[in-house]
C-alpha cells in the first residue's frame, strides 16, 4: 500500500509558504525557549496564552490587564510580568489565568502557520505525548522549526529529527530530505550530547548569559503530557 | 584576533533574504543539474549564459534568435535547444555563443541573489577552483542552496557542506548552525556514498528518468576550473 500521510521538515518560518498543506497539523518548534515555555506554562495550570508577533501588541495587551510575557534576543523586555524562561511559569500564580506571550521566534512561527489545519507546539519536554497524539490523528505533519531570526537552528532541527524518527518507525508516513537530514542528525547529535549543544548559537548565547538551568530543562524529556493546541487566537491546552 | 569573515549555509532561495550581507560573496548551487551544466557549458567555451526565472522570458529570447536551455521538473522542454543535462552542453558548437537558460530551481536562486555583491556558480565539478578563488578574496561567504522549490535538497546541502569544510580548514572565518550541521552531514555522506544519493529525492527523480549517467557527473570532482559569475544579467567566465 502506497503511504498517503507525509512527515515533513521545515526549517524556517520564511519557508512555511512551501512547506505547507491544508489537510496538515503543523508542530511549531522553539526549543530554547518559547515552545518549552509554553508547555511548563499549561502544565501549571493556564488556561489560555495568547500569542503575538509584536512587542506593540503584547505592550497593548499589558495596558489592557494581561498577565504578559515578552522576550527578545533571550532577554526578558522590561515592563513585562515574564520572559521566555519555563521556570519563570513555575508559579501557581499563573492557574487559570489568560497570558499574552511574544517572543523572537517561536511566536512568528506560530503566525505564519496560523492558518494550517492544526497547530500545536512541540518541545522535548512533552515529546511522547505529542507524537502519540500525532500518530492518532491519520495526518500528515509538518514539523516547523522556529530557528533563529528565519535562520536555522540546531536545537529546533535536531528535534524535528527526534520526532520524525518517532513518527516514521511507525511505517505511517513517507518523507523527505530534509526530515531524513534531520533524523539523521538527530541520531548522531545522541551519541555526544555536550558536542551537540556546542553546535548550538543559541545555547552558547543563553548560556552566556548565565542561563545553562534553561537549557538543561528545555533537553529533559517527557516533562508533562499537556500539548498546546491555537484556537483562534488562543493557545489552549488539547483534551 | 577575532574572525571578522563568515561562512554561512543558506538553505533555500526563499531564505536568502535572512541570510544577505552587502558584502558577502554568494555562491550558488544547484548541483542536479543547473550549476553543473552552467560549469560544463563555460568549459566548453561559451562565451556569456543568460539566467532567467520564467519560462515566458526563455519563450521571448528564443524568439529573438538565443540558443536557449530551458528545463523544469527535470524534463528538457520542447522547442528549446538544451535542457539541463551537462552532456548537452558538451559541444563545439556553444563556443563563442550566449545561451539563455532557465531552470526550476538554480535560475530562481540567482533571481534571489541577484543584488549580492558577487554571484558565482558552483558544483562539485568546479569546486577545487571555487574553494581556491574565495579563499583569496577575504570576503564572507554565502553558500545558497537552489533546493527543490524552496524546500530543502539533500545534495546542494551536502554540497555547500564540503565547501564549508575546506573554508573553514584555512581558519579565516566564523560559521553557524546551518553550516555547521551541513558540514556534519557531508562528512558522514562520504562514509557511504550510495546511501548518501537514496536520501537525495531528485537523484532518485531522475534516476527514474533514465539520468543515472548525469547524477554521476555531477558528482564528479573537478572537471574543470572555471568559475561562472553573474555580471549584470549575464554569467560570464570569471577571469
Redesign the interface.
Known amino acids: 500500500m502506497e503511504k498517503k500521510l507525509t512527515v515533513d ?1 521545515c ?2 518560518p ?2 512555511y ?3 505547507h498543506r491544508d489537510e496538515a497539523i503543523v508542530v511549531v518548534i522553539d526549543i530554547l525557549r518559547a515552545t518549552s515555555a509554553m508547555c511548563t506554562a499549561f502544565h501549571y495550570g493556564v488556561e489560555k496564552m495568547i500569542p503575538v508577533a509584536t512587542v506593540e501588541e503584547a505592550t497593548e495587551y499589558k495596558k489592557q490587564g494581561f498577565m504578559v510575557g515578552a522576550e527578545r534576543n533571550g532577554i526578558a523586555l522590561e515592563g513585562f510580568d515574564f520572559g521566555n524562561s519555563p521556570f519563570s511559569y513555575m508559579t501557581e500564580t499563573i492557574r487559570g489565568q489568560t497570558i499574552v506571550i511574544s517572543t523572537t521566534n517561536g511566536t512568528q512561527a506560530i503566525e505564519a502557520a496560523r492558518n494550517a489545519h492544526r497547530v500545536v507546539i512541540g518541545a522535548f519536554t512533552n515529546i511522547s505525548a505529542l507524537c502519540d497524539w500525532l500518530l492518532a490523528q491519520n495526518r500528515s505533519v509538518v514539523l516547523l522549526c522556529s530557528g ?7 536545537e529546533d ?1 535536531m528535534y524535528a529529527g527526534a520526532v520524525t524518527k518517532r513518527l516514521l518507525a511507525a511505517g505511517l508516513y513517507k518523507t ?3 526530515a ?2 534531520m533524523a ?2 538527530y541520531d ?1 547529535s545522541q551519541k555526544n550530547q555536550i558536542k551537540f549543544l556546542r ?4 545555547a552558547e548565547r543563553l548560556a552566556a548569559m548565565g542561563l545553562k538551568k534553561d537549557i538543561k530543562y528545555c533537553f529533559q524529556l517527557d516533562q508533562t503530557d499537556v500539548i498546546p493546541v491555537l484556537e483562534g487566537k488562543y493557545l489552549v491546552k488539547l483534551t
Do not use: C, P, T, Y
Not at 553546535?199 to 543559541?202: A, E, F, K, R, W
Open positions: 521538515v526549517l524556517s520564511q519557508m509558504s512551501s512547506h533563529w531570526k528565519n535562520r536555522f537552528s540546531w532541527s523527505g530530505d530534509a531524513i537530514a539523521f542528525l548522531e553546535n548550538s548559537s543559541h
